[in-house]
């Protein structure tokens, strides 16, 4: 083994520094408790029907992208598969035209970076997902955070900021919070943006598949016509991996000129389109009726988790479940001890968190019932009293 060059002091200074007050990550090990965390919430990623329908799809795919999509991004085949499987993902999200891009964080870039420019000026929410805060970063927009879900304080800062010259404003929050499990007031939020001429965008990571029929919640509160965009991922609910924006016929074909994150991008594996249409075709199957299932199961562990001494949870109407313990170190020895007792639990710090909010995050999934969330239940209160 040929040795790197040493690591800069000052990134080696950060990392003591994080290490120091017990944030220091490291890829965890393979774990084989129950689990309690991933967001494959229907269960496809693991789905016997759908892995068998991509065996035998994929068996004559070619293995790459290839090249941009602009340039040529594979053999016909697989251009093909690829415009079958933004079709298919348009069918779910009820919208006119998809852009199918290798993940979620991409596809916020993506988007951000074409739509916004530096006489614009976004409004976004303060618990929006770091791909939304780093996408807006890099356009050179003005950006304005509001604080989480608050549509008078959004109200009132839309009337202090207006664009510069031509430009526009932007409205973009996430329609399911991926740390608390809580909903932005959408329906509210888009009243507002509306008065103020704001155009609308919507990340559904974590209602697609669960709301408005797969769709997410901007089609489950008849939105769609007053949102310019909504993002999506494949690899939560969906079970397989990518990302997405859904919108207009027109404002796809604005991004593929104008959006640099897609034209200088390899286009997405034919394995990864395969497997994005077929995850379609088995959700018109089986998808309500494990939307359905991971929803109620989400329900239950809130009551159970929330009576148990020494623990918050936050309301919500989905299936993550956040457990606050407040101390990171606290937080992260009750996931480790539940690792221990079977059941594999992840804890979550700051910066990922606000400090004093660090927390435990369980996903209901629709193969769990609610045996698993008593014993689940259980065995966090003897992590929580254990010494």
Known sequence: MTRSAPLPSSLVARVEALEARGLRRTLPP??????????????????????????????????????????????????????????????????????????????????????????????????????????????????VVYPHGDVAALDALMVQNAPEGSGERYLVTESVFSMDGDHAPLAALVEVAGR?????????????????????????????????????????????????????????????????AFIYSTGVTPALACALRLSTERYAEVGAERAAQALALGHYARDRLSALPGVRVPPGLGPIVPV??????????????????????????PPTVPEGTSRLRLVTRAALDRATIDAFANALAVALTAR
């Open 30 to 143: 393979p774990t084989p408790g129950l689990d309690l965390c991933s967001n494959d919430t229907l269960g496809f990623a693991t789905d016997p029907v759908l892995r068998a329908r991509f065996a035998q799809a994929v068996a004559t795919l070619p293995l790459g992208g290839t090249a941009s999509r602009l340039v040529r991004a594979g053999a016909a085949s697989a251009r093909d598969l690829t415009a079958e499987a933004e079709a298919a993902l348009a069918r779910l999200t009820r919208a006119e035209a998809t852009l199918l891009l290798p993940s979620g964080f991409q596809a916020n870039a993506a988007l951000f970076g074409a739509l916004l420019g530096p006489r614009d000026v976004v409004f976004s929410d303060a618990l929006n997902h770091a791909s939304i805060i780093d996408a807006l970063r890099t356009t050179g927009a003005r950006r």
């Open 196 to 260: 103020h001429a704001a155009h609308v965008v919507v990340d559904e990571a974590h209602a697609t598949g669960l709301w408005g029929g797969g769709a997410g919640c901007v089609v489950e509160l008849d939105l769609r016509s007053q949102v310019l965009a909504t993002v999506h991922t494949g690899g939560k609910a969906l079970g397989v991996g990518g990302g997405f924006i859904a919108g207009s016929a027109a404002l796809r074909d604005a991004l593929t000129t104008l959006s640099r």
């Open 324 to 349: 606050l313990l407040g101390e990171a170190a606290r937080t992260m020895r009750a996931a480790e001890r539940l690792r221990f007792a079977g059941f594999d639990m992840r804890g979550f710090r």
